[in-house]
């Protein structure tokens, strides 16, 4: 069997990963694939930058052309990032019968679904695996290792970044902007962070996690976000007097055919195991009706770690060319899309407000949380030094989403309650 050929669209952060393993791990790629593996050529913008790897003179290239249109390429693949030309560049080259593996959830939570279609009219694969937590492989623990149960909730902290700010910040009290800056210098953030910290790198991620985990066309628009940047450190200090540690997670849950997709920061008890993941590292809490706990743990991005994932799924594709299946392994979802509407969304929240420091005023807080029928766990009442104000923290207990947001909409109105200043969604029971 002759050589495979693979051509790079990218060699940043993880092209130049690709590289590296390609080059240093070439004897396990043989055996499993059973012939060499090389790089043929790389798309960059840049011929003259430095990179981490070094290269042939002649391997980078300004004209994508030369990869996608070369017949002695058989695999494309696509780390360069974006969207729109990134989409064309790669239905060109699955129309030129190259398999295509890819790290790109921003690409593939908006055009997933066409680009599927087009591989497997093509009879060519598809693999994305890197676009999801980087190195941990949960989409084929999903579609494969999971293929016989029902999923029915996926919690999960996909974002490196964020993980590495909300780390850093309430555990060394660094500044966001700081953290946010090493985070960049390291690696893991976007090439614009903002949406690492809004959220929407999380959604993406959530979005294939959950159109693969709940067999649903699970598209973007339908998960809610909200990301980090007004975390104070009020928040996390309060988070940590409660028994709680702060973490964006995406939440991804089905009841009956229903089901609701978000990212958001969310307060964990310590004790919960997603609460314990640190720095860039991500993880994936799945439930299945008959596994039950499961979870993957493992980096969510760097260059080596998700490079790993590229590789595994090339080997992928070539396992598939030796039996002769490539393309083959896309099927439709399953299930017409239903998501639940806000009064089927129960949770917990926290919710911290400013209030005029005047006799009487807690006690008509609680009225109106109890006539809004929102009931609460924990209360906490603090004089905000130098004011006439005071501060009033309340976890409350499962509520729907539609009562508490009519709740939120009632306090906002009150002209004893000065502002709401933080509202976090709560999972789990603090051990007492
Ligand atoms: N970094 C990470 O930890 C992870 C990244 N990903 C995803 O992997 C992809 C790549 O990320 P990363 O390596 O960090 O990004 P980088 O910015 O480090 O690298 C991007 C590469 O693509 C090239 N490139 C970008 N746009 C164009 C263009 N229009 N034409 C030609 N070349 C282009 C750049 O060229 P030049 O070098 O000349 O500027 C560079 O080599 C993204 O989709 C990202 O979301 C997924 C998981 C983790
Ligand atoms: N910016 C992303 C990179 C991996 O997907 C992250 O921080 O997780
Ligand atoms: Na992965």
Same mark, same amino acid.
């Given at each position: 069997m002759k050589g495979i050929s693979v051509g790079l669209l990218g060699m940043g952060t993880v092209g130049c990963g690709v590289v590296k393993i390609v080059e240093n791990h070439q004897d396990k790629l043989i055996h499993q694939i059973g012939c060499p593996v090389s790089v043929k050529k790389a798309l960059v913008k840049d011929l003259h930058k430095e990179r981490? %790897? #070094?290269?042939?003179? @002649?391997?980078?290239?300004?004209?994508? /052309?030369?990869?996608?249109? @070369?017949?002695?390429? @058989?695999?494309?693949? /696509?780390?360069?990032?974006? %969207?729109?030309?990134? &989409?064309?560049?790669?239905? &060109?080259?699955?129309?030129? =019968?190259?398999?295509v593996v890819t790290a790109n959830k921003d690409l593939m939570a908006v055009y997933g679904s066409e680009l599927l279609a087009a591989a497997a009219e093509n009879k060519c694969d598809l693999f994305y695996e890197a676009s999801v937590a980087g190195g941990i492989p949960i989409l084929r623990s999903l579609v494969d290792g999971l293929a016989s149960d029902r999923i029915t909730k996926m919690m999960g902290i996909v974002n490196g970044t964020t993980n590495f700010i909300?780390?850093?910040? @309430?555990?060394? *009290? +660094?500044?966001?902007?700081?953290?946010?800056?090493?985070?960049?210098?390291?690696?893991? $953030?976007? $090439?614009?962070p903002t949406a690492d910290v809004d959220g929407l790198d999380a959604a993406r991620k959530m979005a294939i996690l959950s159109t693969l985990g709940f067999s649903m066309n699970i598209e973007l628009d339908d998960v809610h976000v909200k990301g980090i940047s007004a975390i104070s450190s009020e928040d996390l200090q309060y988070s940590?007097?409660? *028994?709680?540690?702060?973490?964006?997670?995406?939440?991804?849950? &089905?009841?009956? /055919?229903? %089901?609701?997709? +978000?990212?958001?920061?969310?307060?964990?008890?310590? /004790?919960?195991?997603?609460?314990?993941?640190?720095?860039?590292?991500?993880?994936?809490?799945?439930?299945?009706? $008959? %596994?039950? !706990?499961?979870?993957?743990?493992?980096p969510g991005a760097g260059s080596?770690?998700?490079?790993?994932?590229?590789? #595994?799924?090339?080997?992928?594709?070539m396992k598939n060319k030796r039996l002769g299946v490539n393309g083959k392994s896309w099927v439709t979802p399953q299930f017409q899309k239903k998501l639940k509407e806000k009064e089927e969304v129960q949770a917990k929240h926290f919710l911290r407000i400013h209030v005029k420091d005047e006799v009487g005023v807690l006690s008509q807080i609680t009225n109106i949380f +109890?006539?809004?029928?929102? +009931?609460?766990? =924990?209360?906490?009442?603090?004089?905000?030094?130098?004011?006439?104000?005071? !501060?009033?923290v309340v976890v409350t207990h499962h509520a729907s989403l539609q009562l508490y947001e009519n709740l939120l909409d009632e306090l906002e109105k009150l002209d004893y309650v000065e502002e709401i200043k933080s509202s976090y969604r709560v999972e789990g029971e603090v051990a007492v």
């Open positions: 981490s %790897v #070094s290269l042939q003179p @002649d391997l980078l290239t300004l004209h994508s /052309e030369e990869v996608l249109d @070369d017949p002695e390429i @058989d695999v494309v693949i /696509e780390v360069m990032g974006g %969207v729109e030309d990134t &989409r064309h560049y790669i239905l &060109r080259a699955l129309q030129n =019968k190259k398999h909300l780390t850093k910040m @309430d555990n060394e *009290g +660094s500044p966001y902007l700081e953290v946010l800056k090493e985070a960049q210098q390291l690696g893991f $953030a976007e $090439a614009d940590k007097k409660l *028994g709680y540690t702060m973490k964006l997670i995406g939440i991804a849950h &089905r009841e009956k /055919e229903k %089901v609701e997709v +978000s990212v958001q920061p969310t307060l964990l008890p310590k /004790e919960h195991p997603l609460a314990n993941v640190q720095n860039e590292f991500n993880a994936v809490y799945v439930y299945g009706e $008959a %596994v039950g !706990e499961t979870m993957f743990y493992g080596l770690p998700t490079a790993t994932a590229i590789v #595994s799924d090339l080997v992928g594709v +109890s006539n809004k029928g929102v +009931s609460f766990e =924990k209360i906490l009442q603090l004089p905000l030094k130098e004011t006439a104000l005071s !501060e009033v």
